[in-house]
């Protein structure tokens, strides 16, 4: 493994243009840009070749994101140059970097889910082959080249997660890409939809193109990526070859620390049921205005002390699960009780205010208010509860709240030290902090609370492995003191580390438990596309028999 300064090329050694093309796809030197109170990059360089899969490593707050939206053309440079197939070009906008070959499949992704395949694959390049059949012979062409079995006619929304996916991918290649950025590809894909997309990498790197690719799993990264560059506190710091380093190593560069693991080896399961949910149904109503089954006979306890964990394919009904038991949807039937105290029609504001915490899937829509500043987040969902309140007004039952300016802004403070929250100060918005941050200060507030139960959706998505093993660690704490916790994640290594309880949801249903001693993220991944059901027994490969 080779380790350079800060400033230096970050070419690993002898790393060559892959096996579709040559020369340099994306060259970037000296890159550096500046926010109020926060240097976001300082001095990156970094050398892509064209037809090679190149990794983008670092901790929440580090600078990938702010470096991959210069290279799109969303934000300009204050220092730097950005040369793209060896000619410096300057990106005022997307559609510059597109003229340029440079796509961007976003994490959250960019698709209209009333829309069909083809139609959001033309919209806004109506130009190129209009939106009739050239447009489709196109996306069969593409798709067919690359193997992403792509359905032109496929309303989106009807599509799973590894599916939109390809989607994005394939409205970036129909707009002339030659380099993609893919950011956190794989945060929401089961072990066997991880493999599909490796593949469908693998194809476009034969063809030439070139995938810079950021994630914070390490062990996909070594997998895949034929280069990594390692970005700590805004600058580069090395350059590895995959065949020379290990996930210990990149995380160390990457954070100071080895890589963590969620296995939780005690037992604080008590035999005090917390959150009881006996037959739950709920139904919704599709964009063709039909009404159909969402969750469907839903029963599960979770004891004090006890994390049950929640595997599936995204859009089986996890969302929903989560959403009536939080109070966000009214169910068509069962029960939800917390604690003895029967919620299955209360409002979300009692549900809080009876000890549920919430960590959400999506942290922009349910978690924070982007656009304004980290204490008043602080107060959100909380507005109750002190430190953020005085009580209501002159000491009346039932009048409004007042609230306690000062003290959330304290609070809010204490968060951010104890959660490592990268950020200038409390004062700067939340859109102004990385994803990872953003996550973090979630978590803070939400055990600030100490709840009896913690619905943890996604905890640790897109945060890098330090920010991971701390949210880890607070998890743990608060189950040693008795919470219970309904654990929802993509991650299957999560799922099987943190929980004392696992079971699989598929179309609405609960369809297999498993045993997180035991079971191995493939066998959960066959259950979770429906390939197993009841109680997934792990069987030795040698002997045939249980472990």
Do not use: C
């Amino acid at each position: 493994m080779s380790s350079e300064s800060s400033g230096s090329s970050t070419a690993p050694p002898g790393a060559g243009p892959g096996p579709g093309g040559s020369g340099t796809a994306v060259e970037l030197r000296g890159i550096t840009k500046r926010f109020p109170g926060v240097v976001a990059n300082r001095d990156i360089d970094i050398t892509v070749h064209r037809g090679t899969v190149h990794a983008l490593v670092g901790e929440n707050g580090a600078g990938k994101s702010t470096l991959m939206k210069i290279l799109y053309g969303m934000q300009r440079p204050d220092e730097g140059t950005i040369s793209i197939d060896g000619e410096p070009v300057t990106l005022h906008s997307p559609a510059d970097a597109i003229a340029r070959g440079i796509g961007m499949v976003h994490q959250h992704f960019m698709l209209a889910d009333n829309l069909t395949v083809l139609e959001n694959t033309v919209l806004g390049a109506e130009k190129l082959h209009g939106i009739g059949a050239r447009a489709r012979k196109k996306i069969k062409e593409l798709s067919d080249a690359y193997q992403l079995g792509v359905r032109p006619d496929a309303l989106v929304e009807e599509l799973g997660v590894a599916d939109r996916q390809r989607v994005e991918i394939l409205k970036a290649l129909y707009r002339g890409a030659r380099t993609l950025i893919l950011d956190e590809p794989t945060a929401v894909l089961v072990p066997q939809e991880v493999d599909a997309l490796f593949a469908n990498l693998r194809e476009l790197k034969a063809e030439g193109l070139t995938v810079l690719f950021i994630s914070h799993k390490l062990g996909e990264v070594l997998s895949v990526a034929d280069a990594i560059t390692v970005i700590r506190r805004g600058t580069t710091v090395a350059s590895v070859r995959p065949q020379e380093t290990s996930p210990k190593q990149l995380a160390e560069l990457m954070v100071g620390s080895e890589l963590p693991t969620a296995e939780t080896r005690e037992s604080t399961v008590t035999d005090v049921p917390m959150l009881k949910v006996e037959g739950l149904r709920l139904s919704a109503t599709d964009s063709d205005g039909v009404r159909r089954t969402v969750l469907d006979d839903i029963s599960f306890t979770i004891h004090k002390g006890e994390v049950l964990g929640i595997a599936g394919v995204e859009g089986n009904g996890q969302a929903e699960l989560v959403e009536a038991v939080m109070g966000m949807s009214d169910p068509d039937g069962g029960t939800v009780t917390l604690d003895g105290q029967d919620l299955t029609h209360a409002p979300t504001r009692l549900r809080r205010e009876s000890g549920i915490g919430y960590i959400p899937e999506d942290r922009h829509r349910h978690g924070l208010l982007l656009e304004a500043p980290l204490w008043e987040n602080r107060i959100l969902g909380h507005v109750t509860e002190k430190p953020n309140t005085k009580g209501p007004l002159l000491g009346i039952p039932g009048a409004p709240q007042l609230l306690a300016l000062g003290d959330a802004r304290a609070d809010a403070e204490r968060i951010v030290a104890e959660y490592d929250v990268r950020t200038p100060g409390i004062e700067v918005t939340a859109a102004s902090l990385s994803g990872g941050n953003q996550q973090k200060f979630i978590v803070g507030r939400e055990m600030s609370h100490h709840p009896k139960l913690l619905i943890a959706a996604h905890p640790t998505r897109g945060v890098d492995v330090g920010a991971q093993a701390q949210i880890w660690d607070q998890i743990r704490a608060a189950r040693r003191e008795g919470l219970a916790v309904l654990l929802i994640s993509a991650d299957l290594d999560e799922l099987i580390g943190l929980s004392d309880t696992l079971r699989v949801m598929y179309r609405g249903r609960l369809v297999a438990d498993a045993d997180p001693a035991h079971v191995t993220p493939e066998e959960l991944g066959s259950a979770m596309t429906g390939a197993a059901s009841g109680h997934l027994e792990h069987q030795d490969e040698t002997t045939g028999g249980d472990k």
